[in-house]
């Protein structure tokens, strides 16, 4: 089990720690997602698409995976690649003026 500490700056209140559950993680290799909403929910489908020639009228996608969460969390996973970048960026200059 692994465990994520938030980085808060001093005197900051520092969040909870998390721990991530991987005994029952599975790994899918997908080339194929797409995403639909409503007002209650977000729906975001992958799967894999078999079909390599491009010229076929029609083309069949195996759906592997389907996740539907609320409009709120849908909003922190879009806005969260920014933050972890931020993040990730700020981390480094501080390993560099340290050196």
């Given at each position: 089990?692994?465990?994520?500490?938030?980085?808060?700056?001093?005197?900051?209140?520092?969040?909870?720690?998390?721990?991530?559950?991987?005994?029952?993680?599975?790994?899918?290799?997908?080339?194929f997602a797409n995403a639909n909403s409503t007002r209650e929910e977000v729906v975001l489908n992958f799967g894999l698409n078999n079909t390599w020639d491009r010229a076929t009228p029609e083309v069949e996608v195996e759906l592997g995976h389907r996740i539907v969460m609320s409009p709120y969390a849908a909003k922190r996973l879009a806005g969260d690649p920014c933050q972890a970048d931020h993040r990730v960026r700020i981390a480094l200059r501080r390993t560099q003026v340290r050196r």
């Open positions: 089990m692994a465990t994520s500490k938030g980085n808060a700056p001093d005197g900051a209140k520092a969040g909870p720690v998390v721990k991530w559950n991987v005994a029952q993680l599975k790994s899918s290799y997908v080339n």
